[in-house]
Protein backbone atom coordinates (compact mmCIF):
# COMPACT_ATOMS: atom_id res chain seq x y z
CA UNK A 1 0.00 0.00 0.00
CA UNK A 2 1.30 3.34 -1.48
CA UNK A 3 0.41 6.23 1.25
CA UNK A 4 0.59 10.28 0.60
CA UNK A 5 0.72 11.74 4.15
CA UNK A 6 -1.79 14.82 5.04
CA UNK A 7 -1.02 16.71 7.50
CA UNK A 8 -2.73 19.66 6.11
CA UNK A 9 0.55 21.13 4.17
CA UNK A 10 1.56 20.70 0.66
CA UNK A 11 -0.69 19.84 -2.86
CA UNK A 12 -1.39 16.76 -2.32
CA UNK A 13 -3.51 16.45 -5.25
CA UNK A 14 -0.53 17.28 -7.76
CA UNK A 15 1.31 14.68 -5.97
CA UNK A 16 -1.28 12.09 -5.84
CA UNK A 17 -1.63 12.51 -9.62
CA UNK A 18 1.83 12.33 -10.49
CA UNK A 19 2.24 8.83 -8.41
CA UNK A 20 -1.08 7.88 -10.39
CA UNK A 21 0.69 8.79 -13.77
CA UNK A 22 3.71 6.56 -12.92
CA UNK A 23 1.36 3.18 -12.10
CA UNK A 24 1.12 3.93 -8.30
CA UNK A 25 -2.28 3.89 -6.42
CA UNK A 26 -1.89 6.50 -3.93
CA UNK A 27 -3.95 6.70 -0.67
CA UNK A 28 -3.50 10.29 0.49
CA UNK A 29 -4.57 9.85 4.37
CA UNK A 30 -4.45 11.48 7.88
CA UNK A 31 -5.50 8.41 9.87
CA UNK A 32 -2.27 7.10 12.20
CA UNK A 33 -3.13 3.04 11.64
CA UNK A 34 -2.92 3.49 7.77
CA UNK A 35 0.37 5.21 7.93
CA UNK A 36 1.80 2.54 10.26
CA UNK A 37 0.12 0.10 7.79
CA UNK A 38 1.56 1.40 4.47
CA UNK A 39 4.10 -0.56 2.69
CA UNK A 40 5.84 2.97 0.86
CA UNK A 41 5.47 6.33 2.29
CA UNK A 42 5.51 9.69 0.72
CA UNK A 43 5.69 12.64 2.75
CA UNK A 44 5.64 15.92 0.33
CA UNK A 45 4.85 19.60 1.88
CA UNK A 46 5.38 23.37 1.01
CA UNK A 47 5.56 25.66 4.05
CA UNK A 48 7.36 26.56 7.25
CA UNK A 49 9.09 23.88 9.37
CA UNK A 50 7.67 24.68 12.81
CA UNK A 51 4.20 24.61 11.22
CA UNK A 52 4.33 21.53 9.77
CA UNK A 53 5.86 19.70 13.36
CA UNK A 54 3.11 21.06 14.64
CA UNK A 55 0.94 19.77 12.51
CA UNK A 56 2.43 16.01 12.51
CA UNK A 57 2.11 16.27 16.40
CA UNK A 58 -1.37 17.40 16.44
CA UNK A 59 -2.10 14.75 13.98
CA UNK A 60 -0.15 11.96 16.08
CA UNK A 61 1.51 11.24 12.79
CA UNK A 62 4.97 11.62 13.91
CA UNK A 63 5.71 8.18 15.26
CA UNK A 64 4.00 6.32 12.52
CA UNK A 65 6.49 7.63 10.56
CA UNK A 66 9.41 7.47 12.53
CA UNK A 67 7.81 3.45 12.99
CA UNK A 68 7.77 3.44 8.98
CA UNK A 69 11.48 4.55 8.45
CA UNK A 70 12.80 2.36 11.73
CA UNK A 71 11.48 -0.37 9.52
CA UNK A 72 13.26 0.64 6.52
CA UNK A 73 10.45 0.50 4.55
CA UNK A 74 10.48 3.01 1.13
CA UNK A 75 9.85 6.21 2.22
CA UNK A 76 10.06 9.31 0.11
CA UNK A 77 10.38 12.83 1.28
CA UNK A 78 9.07 15.83 -1.18
CA UNK A 79 10.78 19.27 -0.25
CA UNK A 80 9.33 20.28 3.82
CA UNK A 81 9.54 16.02 3.77
CA UNK A 82 13.24 16.02 3.80
CA UNK A 83 13.63 18.86 6.30
CA UNK A 84 11.63 17.73 8.46
CA UNK A 85 14.16 14.20 8.94
CA UNK A 86 16.72 16.83 10.44
CA UNK A 87 17.71 17.24 14.02
CA UNK A 88 16.37 20.88 13.80
CA UNK A 89 15.37 24.03 11.63
CA UNK A 90 16.18 27.28 12.20
CA UNK A 91 13.11 28.51 10.26
CA UNK A 92 10.94 30.60 12.34
CA UNK A 93 12.34 30.71 15.53
CA UNK A 94 13.81 27.46 15.59
CA UNK A 95 12.25 24.20 15.81
CA UNK A 96 13.25 20.41 16.47
CA UNK A 97 12.23 18.31 13.84
CA UNK A 98 11.96 14.21 13.67
CA UNK A 99 15.88 13.20 14.33
CA UNK A 100 16.48 10.87 11.60
CA UNK A 101 19.16 12.34 10.56
CA UNK A 102 21.79 14.06 12.00
CA UNK A 103 22.12 17.63 10.95
CA UNK A 104 20.39 21.30 10.27
CA UNK A 105 18.62 23.02 7.92
CA UNK A 106 19.62 26.13 6.88
CA UNK A 107 18.72 29.58 5.31
CA UNK A 108 20.19 30.69 2.18
CA UNK A 109 22.50 33.56 3.10
CA UNK A 110 20.90 36.45 1.86
CA UNK A 111 22.84 38.46 -1.75
CA UNK A 112 21.85 41.34 -3.73
CA UNK A 113 22.63 38.68 -6.69
CA UNK A 114 20.23 35.56 -5.11
CA UNK A 115 16.33 35.99 -4.96
CA UNK A 116 15.55 34.04 -2.12
CA UNK A 117 13.42 31.71 -1.95
CA UNK A 118 14.51 29.96 -5.18
CA UNK A 119 11.42 29.18 -7.28
CA UNK A 120 12.33 27.68 -11.09
CA UNK A 121 14.68 25.16 -12.47
CA UNK A 122 18.27 23.85 -11.65
CA UNK A 123 20.65 21.60 -11.95
CA UNK A 124 20.99 18.21 -9.89
CA UNK A 125 24.84 16.49 -10.01
CA UNK A 126 24.65 13.04 -8.42
CA UNK A 127 27.42 12.10 -6.02
CA UNK A 128 29.63 10.19 -6.58
CA UNK A 129 28.11 7.79 -3.47
CA UNK A 130 24.98 7.58 -5.55
CA UNK A 131 25.84 5.99 -9.05
CA UNK A 132 23.43 3.12 -7.30
CA UNK A 133 20.73 4.98 -6.45
CA UNK A 134 17.42 3.45 -7.23
CA UNK A 135 15.61 6.52 -7.06
CA UNK A 136 17.76 7.92 -10.07
CA UNK A 137 17.54 5.03 -12.86
CA UNK A 138 17.56 6.28 -15.44
CA UNK A 139 17.37 10.17 -15.06
CA UNK A 140 20.69 11.35 -16.85
CA UNK A 141 22.99 13.14 -14.49
CA UNK A 142 23.14 17.36 -14.61
CA UNK A 143 18.78 16.49 -15.41
CA UNK A 144 16.98 20.25 -14.46
CA UNK A 145 14.06 20.05 -11.63
CA UNK A 146 12.10 22.53 -10.48
CA UNK A 147 12.94 24.00 -6.74
CA UNK A 148 10.84 26.16 -4.71
CA UNK A 149 12.54 26.48 -1.15
CA UNK A 150 14.29 29.24 1.30
CA UNK A 151 15.80 26.48 3.43
CA UNK A 152 18.10 23.75 2.66
CA UNK A 153 19.39 20.88 4.62
CA UNK A 154 23.10 20.65 5.90
CA UNK A 155 23.68 17.09 6.75
CA UNK A 156 26.33 16.50 9.47
CA UNK A 157 26.91 13.27 7.80
CA UNK A 158 28.28 14.07 3.83
CA UNK A 159 27.80 10.39 2.81
CA UNK A 160 23.72 10.71 2.68
CA UNK A 161 23.46 13.41 -0.28
CA UNK A 162 22.03 11.58 -2.83
CA UNK A 163 22.48 15.14 -5.51
CA UNK A 164 23.58 18.20 -4.88
CA UNK A 165 22.77 21.54 -6.49
CA UNK A 166 24.33 25.45 -6.79
CA UNK A 167 22.78 28.01 -5.82
CA UNK A 168 24.75 30.65 -4.73
CA UNK A 169 26.62 27.81 -2.96
CA UNK A 170 26.34 23.96 -2.88
CA UNK A 171 24.01 22.54 -0.99
CA UNK A 172 22.34 18.93 -0.57
CA UNK A 173 19.15 18.55 -3.16
CA UNK A 174 18.38 14.54 -2.23
CA UNK A 175 19.29 11.90 -0.01
CA UNK A 176 19.49 8.38 0.28
CA UNK A 177 20.14 6.12 2.99
CA UNK A 178 18.49 2.29 2.30
CA UNK A 179 15.04 3.15 1.72
CA UNK A 180 14.93 6.13 2.85
CA UNK A 181 15.19 8.53 -0.16
CA UNK A 182 13.74 12.55 -0.35
CA UNK A 183 14.38 15.73 -2.39
CA UNK A 184 14.41 19.29 -1.58
CA UNK A 185 12.87 19.71 -5.31
CA UNK A 186 9.44 18.44 -6.38
CA UNK A 187 9.50 16.10 -8.60
CA UNK A 188 5.57 16.17 -9.14
CA UNK A 189 6.44 19.67 -11.41
CA UNK A 190 9.34 18.55 -12.87
CA UNK A 191 7.85 17.45 -15.87
CA UNK A 192 9.66 14.33 -17.40
CA UNK A 193 12.62 13.48 -15.46
CA UNK A 194 10.39 13.81 -12.36
CA UNK A 195 7.63 11.52 -13.30
CA UNK A 196 10.61 8.85 -14.14
CA UNK A 197 11.92 9.54 -10.52
CA UNK A 198 8.84 9.01 -9.16
CA UNK A 199 8.12 6.05 -11.00
CA UNK A 200 11.82 4.59 -9.90
CA UNK A 201 10.14 5.09 -6.28
CA UNK A 202 6.86 3.41 -6.84
CA UNK A 203 8.46 0.07 -8.81
CA UNK A 204 12.16 -0.27 -7.72
CA UNK A 205 11.78 1.07 -3.65
CA UNK A 206 9.78 -1.80 -2.19
Known amino acids: MLVVVDYGMGNLRSVAKALEHV ?12 IQRARQLVVPGVGAGPQAMAELRARQ ?12 K ?12 FERT ?23 HLKIPQIGWNRVTRTPQAQACPLLTDIPDGSFFYFVHSYYAEPAAPDVAATTTLYGQPFVSAIWRGNLLATQFHPEKSQRVGLQLLQNFVTRCQ
Not at 23 to 34: C, E, K, M, Y
Not at 61 to 72: F, K, R, S, T, V
Not at 96 to 108: I, P
Open 23 to 34: GGSPRVSSDPAL
Open 61 to 72: LIQPILGHIAQD
Open 74 to 85: PYLGICLGLQLL
Open 90 to 112: DEGEGSACLSVLRGTVRRFAASA
